[in-house]
């Protein structure tokens, strides 16, 4: 096993910012219903306004040296059955030498951005709350992860990645944290490699198997006699609501994913609505600027492979079942309740299917936490990982003080 690591500068060609100038000058848009606002999709006026900034004076060298302050690597990973794949990640160590490893996984349309605000919260030594070491890579296929391009990448093999990429670092026992796709991932994760490696691993992502008798008699009971929460009653409503009418696009990435794949690699007002949408749908009310969406949907325009690849997670998870069955690890479980998530299941089902030790409601927030509400999301971090937190002490040796 390679354990150097090799550090890694964002460096766009110019050639590329003039395919992008190009291609952005040549924009043709289409017509739009009056009124429309959002219930089409992303309004008119939005995206032509986004376009303009971007075409004329979003300066992506700017935003490119800021990422850049991050600090990244790639590293050539050997898998059992895809061989090597040349994986990107963020890995910030704490000054604390028994600071906890954390591995941070995004999830779609998201990326190692997610990760930026987060850093200087987890890694800050600190005698009051723990410090992280923080490893935050970058899914295959997305931003400078080289793409799997062999079929049937599945949860499993992520798994296997992120567990050997720690390895790798040195950390043969850690925690996970992660939402969206993170979570699938992360909990797969935790059932092949804990409680031996993973120790234990943290959500914003509150979504489970359904609860059932066989599976879960007391919870089930629980279930049936308690009422729904505040909390609980709006986040049913508004996943019922987003799969009525928010999820088209998962559908098409499940089952076609190379034929919307064209439109998304070929124009950068492609990617820029189809992610645009997303950002503002599924955040709550955060006040995105427009170099904040442009940086975000230019990591996927600028990617190593595209940003069509970036979509069959969505296909391989699906064929395989990943999606609808999770696997149930053992290790303790934290969960962060953010009241404009998109998928929230009731307490008791997430409680019937995983070992929680850890729960925190929030009154701001939405699928984005780390980039929305960063300080509450670390506040959490340090709360179930603390000295009088549920999992203090669970990774030997590194208590975070």
Do not use: C
Not at 2 to 11: G, K
Request: aromatic share 14%.
């Amino acid at each position: 096993m390679d354990f150097a690591e090799y550090p890694f500068q964002i460096s766009v060609t110019e050639d590329e910012l003039v395919l992008l100038q190009r291609k952005l000058d040549a924009v043709r848009f289409p017509d739009e219903i009056e009124q429309a606002e959002w219930a089409y999709g992303a309004p008119l006026a939005d995206i032509q306004r986004l376009v303009e900034r971007w075409r004329t004076t979003y300066d992506w060298r700017l935003h490119e040296r800021a990422l850049n302050k991050m600090p990244m690597f790639t590293k050539d990973i050997i898998l059992d059955d895809f061989g090597t794949l040349n994986l990107h990640y963020i890995h910030q160590k704490s000054t604390n030498n028994n600071a906890i490893p954390l591995l941070f996984v995004h999830g779609w349309p998201g990326s190692f951005i997610e990760v930026q605000k987060l850093l200087p919260l987890l890694t800050e030594s600190n005698p009051v709350y723990p410090s992280f070491h923080v490893v935050a890579p970058s899914l295959p296929g997305f931003a400078w992860s080289q793409p799997a391009l062999k079929k049937g990448f599945q949860g499993k093999h992520y798994a296997e990645l992120f567990h050997k990429l720690m390895l790798s670092l040195g950390y043969a026992e850690y925690v996970t944290q992660g939402g969206d796709w993170g979570h699938r991932l992360t909990r797969t994760l935790a059932y092949k490699y804990g409680p031996t490696h993973v120790k234990a691993s943290h959500t914003n992502f509150p979504i489970a198997n359904s609860i059932t008798f066989l599976r879960s008699p007391i919870q089930y009971i629980r279930h049936l006699a308690t009422p729904y929460t505040r909390l609980e009653s709006e986040g049913i409503a508004r996943f019922d609501k987003f799969m009525r009418v928010g999820s088209g696009y998962s559908e098409e990435q499940s089952t076609m994913p190379q034929t919307l794949g064209y439109s998304l690699a070929d124009s950068p007002v492609g990617p820029l609505s189809w992610i645009y949408e997303k950002l503002v749908d599924w955040s709550d009310a955060y006040p995105w600027t427009d170099d904040e969406v442009l940086s975000w949907v230019s990591i996927y325009w600028f990617s190593r492979a595209g940003p069509a690849a970036s979509l069959r997670i969505y296909y391989e998870l699906q064929k395989s079942n990943e999606v609808v069955s999770l696997p149930r690890p053992v290790v303790p479980f934290g969960i962060s309740f953010f009241p404009k998530e998109i998928n929230m299941a009731p307490k008791a089902a997430i409680r019937g299917d995983l070992n929680v030790a850890f729960e925190s409601e929030h009154q701001v927030g939405g699928h984005f936490p780390a980039y929305e509400q960063p300080e509450a999301l670390a506040s959490d971090l340090r709360k179930m990982f603390g000295k009088n937190g549920p999992v203090a002490g669970v990774v030997p040796g590194r208590s975070g003080y």
